[in-house]
Every structure is written in structure tokens, then in C-alpha cells.
T-cell receptor, first 114, second 115 residues
Framework: AQKITQTQPGMFVQEKEAVTLDCTYD???????LFWYKQPSSGEMIFLIY??????QNATEGRYSLNFQKARKSANLVISASQLGDSAMYFC???????????FGTGTRLTIIP | DVKVTQSSRYLVKRTGEKVFLECVQD?????MFWYRQDPGLGLRLIYF???????EKGDIPEGYSVSREKKERFSLILESASTNQTSMYLC??????????????FGPGTRLLVL
């Protein structure tokens, strides 16, 4: 069975600062993928970034990067130069090879302060 | 652009009513999913369908049923709504046997209030 743990229920960050959202995972499967989603107050889930278990480099997408530490089973999301529009819920999720389902963490509510 | 639509953004129902939540996707995806989202609990899978008329229970199927008569449409049914089913319901779809990096595509969600 897979498990995703997000230990930060809420975070407050000053605008323009970088922020790290924590995610640890547990699986016995050697082949897996990790996803981060953003959910604004409107409700839709927006896919941000993906990291595969065999990827040699940390994933980056614009201001988003993933700090992937395989031995520690962590996949933290880093948002650089935060903006007011980054205020949202953020979810970490995992999928193992051959499994169509995603397992989600409990989420972190990020609030950017002007 | 992948589009997943849900029949209602907000819904208010009475205890004991039968409730239908509809989800439609336009990308010819084989897989469709129903989740409920509650504060502090994240997204939990209710049911999953991998083909027309095929379904699989998720983590919290009690009190729910589903129907998939057409590939593009996946319905979640609350046979007799209860107050503990007040929640945000999210539908998602994905291609079958897709690449592991393939994301699920989500609808806008339905906020259901059961009084």
C-alpha cells in the first residue's frame, strides 16, 4: 500500500519569498511517480509538476521545482518568488507503475502575505 | 484541451434524498474516478471505473454507488443522502495504461450540502 504524508496543514509566507511544502511517501514499489497539484479556492485541481522515481534530475516547471530525495522518501515542492496568486491548497500524490489510481496526501494550505 | 465537467458546482439536498452527481469527459479516457475531499483528510477515492459498466471500489465506497453506461459519463449516486456526506466531490479521468507520468484530469468539483 502507498501512503503520502504532508505534515504542514497551513503555512504563511511573505510575498516574493521562496516556500517549501513538505511531502514524504511510503511504497515498496521501486517504480512510481510523484505529483503536485494546486487547488485554488474555486476548487479545480491544477497539475503542477511530476517526478519519476528513476529520474536523475529534480523536476522543474517555471517557478516550481521538486526537491526529490529518494533515500529519505521525500518530494518537497519549492515555489520560488511567491506571488499572491500562489495562495491555495497544495496536494502531493503518488502513483505506482501498473496502478491507475493516485494516492493523495492531506494537503497544505498556503497563504501568501502581501 | 481536456475537459471534465460536473453537473453542478453547488448542491443542497435533504437527508434521505437520492442524489445524482454527473461527470462528463471529452477526451475518450477509459478511466474515471470519484473522490470526496474533506478538510484535514485530503482526497479519498470513492469509486473508480476503468471501462463502460466496469467499476471498482475505492477507499470509502460505503453509502455510494456509481454508474457508467457510456464511456464519457460517470455518475455518483447517493441512495439516501446523510449529513455526513456533506463534502466536496471531485471527478477525474485519465487514459488507461497511460504513461506513469500521465496526470489525472479533474473537474471543477461539486460542493454538496446535506441538511
Amino acid at each position: 500500500a502507498q501512503k503520502i504524508t504532508q505534515t504542514q496543514p497551513g503555512m504563511f509566507v511573505q510575498e516574493k519569498e521562496a516556500v517549501t511544502l513538505d511531502c514524504t511517501y511510503d511504497t515498496s514499489d521501486p517504480s512510481y511517480g510523484l505529483f503536485w497539484y494546486k487547488q485554488p479556492s474555486s476548487g479545480e485541481m491544477i497539475f503542477l509538476i511530476y517526478q519519476g522515481s528513476y529520474d536523475q534530475q529534480n523536476a522543474t516547471e517555471g517557478r516550481y521545482s521538486l526537491n526529490f530525495q529518494k533515500a529519505r522518501k521525500s518530494a518537497n515542492l519549492v515555489i520560488s518568488a511567491s506571488q499572491l496568486g500562489d495562495s491555495a491548497m497544495y496536494f502531493c500524490a503518488m502513483r505506482t507503475i501498473g496502478n491507475e489510481k493516485l494516492t493523495f496526501g492531506t494537503g497544505t494550505r498556503l497563504t501568501i502575505i502581501p | 484541451d481536456v475537459k471534465v465537467t460536473q453537473s453542478s458546482r453547488y448542491l443542497v439536498k435533504r437527508t434521505g434524498e437520492k442524489v445524482f452527481l454527473e461527470c462528463v469527459q471529452d477526451m475518450d479516457h477509459e478511466n474515471m474516478f470519484w473522490y470526496r475531499q474533506d478538510p484535514g483528510l485530503g482526497l479519498r477515492l470513492i469509486y473508480f471505473s476503468y471501462d463502460v459498466k466496469m467499476k471498482e471500489k475505492g477507499d470509502i465506497p460505503e453509502g455510494y454507488s456509481v454508474s457508467r453506461e457510456k464511456k464519457e459519463r460517470f455518475s455518483l449516486i447517493l441512495e439516501s443522502a446523510s449529513t455526513n456526506q456533506t463534502s466536496m466531490y471531485l471527478c477525474a479521468s485519465s487514459p488507461a495504461r497511460g504513461r506513469i507520468q500521465e496526470t489525472q484530469y479533474f473537474g471543477p468539483g461539486t460542493r454538496l450540502l446535506v441538511l
